[in-house]
């Protein structure tokens, strides 16, 4: 199994959960303080922001603090060991976790996105791309375990291309770095996965080309999840609960609302990014329906994980939904706003 499962297993006597003393807003509301690590900052996760944005974590009492880890493997590390409170993943990261046995594992209890967010990204344009003009070629791709790479080898295999044996997929740049890779001297590189901004950017630079939407080629699949350990859920549903009412918050605006409203709510996330970039960044996403319309994380979606896993060699058995997910705070949440 992956070295970091080693890493955060060992965490998990390092830390104990953060605390929760309270805070108060200019309003003198008693606010609690909870820290949420993200798996990247990414306009793909526009609902979140749009919850922070319009005050809906302040609404239900909660001080939030976002923390990007930049990749599944150090998000889940930091809730393992107690620096946050709770991860935004990918959720074969509690699978993993849960099959190593540890005392505490994550439980998943929101998912956010049920498509894929990345792009496939060409150093040179290609009218009409095919998924068979990828044979022969080089690479850079994610982490081995991960949602971003497993997702890309679905969509090989589903085109008849086999990841190993056809191309080239480098694996070995850490997440967030292979856009820079892809533009650096010397690269070797025909094609690079990547999310947003990063792939607009590539694109406004003249150094890549968007050629296709893994989102569109994958499928309905289920990409992010909100997952804590059993002990935090334990010790604090009310608190989840209201964390899930705020995130249901922001699932309902972007269901409601143009993306050139989406994208001026959310600006203030991305300060480095031009409101125009913003909104075709949006518009993008919004079209290929990424976003549910409530947190429900069901047990089809579950399973279709695991298979994406098992067929990548990455799955170490087959883990009962009942023990990973909870669907409680999500049916609660969507209850109450609908």
């Not at 200019?26 to 922001?49: M, R």
């Not at 070629?137 to 085109?159: S, T």
């Not at 990063?198 to 499928?219: D, F, H, N, P």
């Not at 804590?228 to 605006?253: C, E, I, V, W």
Request: with cysteine; aromatic share 12%.
């Amino acid at each position: 199994m992956k070295k970091w499962f080693c890493l955060m297993l060992s965490a998990l006597t390092a830390l104990s959960l953060g605390g929760c003393g309270g805070q108060e807003s200019p309003s003198g509301t008693s606010l609690t303080p909870v820290t949420l690590n993200e798996v990247a900052h990414s306009i793909f996760y526009a609902p979140q922001y749009v919850a922070i944005e319009n005050g809906y974590f302040k609404d239900e009492g909660i001080d939030l603090t976002l923390v990007t880890g930049f990749g599944a493997d150090k998000t889940a590390t930091a809730v393992i060991s107690g620096e946050a409170d709770i991860g935004f993943m990918g959720s074969e990261s509690s699978i993993y976790i849960y099959n190593q046995n540890p005392d505490d594992y994550l439980v998943n209890f929101a998912q956010l996105t049920q498509r894929a967010g990345n792009f496939l990204v060409s150093r040179t344009p290609i009218d009409n791309f095919q998924w068979e003009d990828l044979k022969g070629a080089y690479v850079y791709g994610g982490r081995a375990g991960g949602m971003p790479e497993m997702v890309f080898e679905f969509i090989l295999k589903k085109n008849g291309i086999d990841p190993a044996a056809d191309l080239t997929i480098d694996q070995s740049i850490d997440f967030g770095s292979t856009a820079a890779a892809f533009t650096g001297n010397g690269s070797p590189a025909d094609y690079t996965v990547e999310f947003e901004p990063a792939a607009t950017a590539l694109e406004q630079e003249g150094k890549g080309y968007v050629v296709a939407s893994l989102g569109e080629a994958s499928g309905y699949v289920p990409y992010t999840a909100y997952s804590t350990k059993q002990s935090y859920l334990a010790a604090h549903p009310d608190l989840l609960q209201a964390f899930t009412n705020a995130l249901q918050k922001g699932m309902d605006y972007v269901q409601t609302h143009t993306p050139e409203e989406i994208a001026k709510v959310i600006q203030p996330q991305f300060a480095e990014t031009d409101l125009d970039t913003i909104t075709a960044i949006v518009t993008r996403y919004y079209e290929q329906d990424t976003w549910k319309s409530d947190l429900i994380f069901e047990q089809s979606s579950f399973d279709l994980l695991q298979n994406i896993l098992k067929e990548a060699g990455e799955l170490p058995a087959w883990t009962p939904y009942e023990d990973l997910v909870t669907t409680t705070f999500a049916a609660e949440a969507s209850e109450s706003a609908h």
